[in-house]
């Protein structure tokens, strides 16, 4: 009797859980999509002469190969996004995560903070498991995928190997059930992690020359993680610049290179 209760209890979860994924796999590929088509279309097609002195690589390897290899890679990294976010949400609305509406339940100072909080860790689970994926036995069975784009573009931002999505997004349970996350908050997360994700691939630095000057210079930039991409061991981080600096892992000349491309955008 207990074993088909069990059963009975698995069965729903499954049946729930498919039956809310693919519209949240809709949700993520219409609004995802037109936000990276979008950039897509503005900076590299209708303005890319405009902007052509903001290039960080100067040579041009974006090709229609490219960009179907990274399209197929995006569907299946929005589908494990939508496999996540179906789980969260089942899992919360059965009672086991903090994830919270009432901003009276934990604090207005909290459902604020928890914003920064999220994004450290967000920030420290990337730069970990990105060196892992970067180990050679590891690198070419997952990673290598990503790294085949080396001119990265708005496309390249979800083109990841389907075990590194899970991977990349599989911080957000564990932290669900132990940490209080206010909904908005999780969404204003999720919108930062877009338009960084997107910013970090573009392959256009649009940051002003006084960027890695200021009090800003602790976040990265799409030149940082550009030259991940074209240098390959060096420059792991995702929003910050912390980890690298402190591990020794920030290329050396990330910040001359970032002026260059600066003192070449003035041109225009």
Same mark, same amino acid.
């Given at each position: 009797?207990?074993?088909?209760?069990?059963y009975?209890?698995?069965?729903?979860?499954?049946?729930?859980?498919?039956?809310?994924?693919?519209? !949240?796999?809709?949700?993520? +590929? &219409?609004?995802?999509?037109?936000?990276?088509? #979008? *950039?897509?279309? %503005?900076?590299? $097609?209708?303005?890319?002469?405009?902007?052509q002195?903001?290039?960080?690589?100067?040579?041009?390897?974006?090709?229609?190969?490219?960009?179907?290899?990274?399209?197929? !890679?995006?569907?299946?990294? +929005? &589908?494990?996004?939508?496999?996540?976010?179906? #789980? *969260?949400?089942? %899992?919360?609305? $059965?009672?086991?995560?903090?994830?919270?509406?009432?901003?009276?339940?934990?604090?207005?100072?909290?459902?604020?903070?928890?914003?920064?909080?999220?994004?450290?860790?967000?920030?420290?689970?990337?730069?970990?498991?990105?060196?892992?994926?970067?180990?050679?036995?590891?690198?070419?069975?997952?990673?290598?995928?990503?790294?085949?784009?080396i001119?990265?573009?708005?496309?390249?931002?979800?083109?990841?190997?389907?075990?590194?999505?899970?991977?990349?997004?599989?911080?957000?349970?564990?932290?669900?059930?132990?940490?209080?996350?206010?909904?908005?908050?999780?969404?204003?997360?999720?919108?930062?992690?877009?338009?960084?994700?997107?910013?970090?691939?573009?392959?256009?630095?649009?940051?002003?020359?006084?960027?890695?000057?200021?009090?800003?210079?602790?976040?990265?930039?799409?030149?940082?993680?550009n030259?991940?991409?074209?240098?390959?061991?060096?420059?792991?981080?995702?929003?910050?610049?912390?980890?690298?600096?402190?591990?020794?892992t920030?290329?050396?000349?990330?910040?001359?290179?970032?002026?260059?491309?600066?003192?070449?955008s003035?041109?225009?």
């Open positions: 009797m207990l074993l088909v209760r069990i009975k209890y698995i069965m729903e979860i499954i049946n729930n859980i498919l039956s809310n994924i693919f519209t !949240n796999f809709m949700a993520g +590929l &219409l609004f995802n999509g037109t936000i990276i088509f #979008l *950039v897509y279309f %503005l900076i590299w $097609k209708k303005f890319a002469k405009r902007f002195n903001f290039r960080i690589q100067l040579k041009n390897r974006v090709n229609n190969k490219q960009i179907r290899r990274e399209l197929k !890679n995006s569907l299946y990294a +929005l &589908l494990v996004s939508a496999l996540f976010s179906t #789980l *969260v949400i089942l %899992l919360s609305m $059965k009672g086991y995560t903090k994830i919270y509406y009432d901003t009276s339940e934990y604090g207005l100072f909290m459902s604020l903070i928890s914003f920064f909080v999220l994004l450290l860790i967000d920030d420290t689970w990337f730069y970990w498991t990105h060196r892992l994926l970067h180990s050679p036995k590891i690198y070419k069975h997952i990673h290598k995928e990503h790294h085949k784009s001119d990265v573009n708005p496309f390249t931002s979800m083109s990841f190997h389907v075990i590194e999505a899970i991977i990349l997004t599989f911080w957000i349970l564990p932290v669900s059930f132990i940490f209080p996350i206010y909904v908005p908050t999780l969404i204003l997360l999720q919108l930062w992690g877009l338009f960084d994700n997107v910013k970090a691939h573009l392959g256009y630095e649009f940051y002003p020359s006084w960027w890695n000057k200021s009090v800003l210079k602790f976040m990265t930039s799409s030149t940082h993680h030259m991940h991409h074209s240098q390959f061991n060096g420059n792991y981080g995702l929003h910050f610049r912390f980890w690298d600096k402190l591990l020794g920030e290329f050396k000349d990330y910040e001359e290179k970032y002026d260059n491309i600066k003192n070449r003035k041109l225009e």
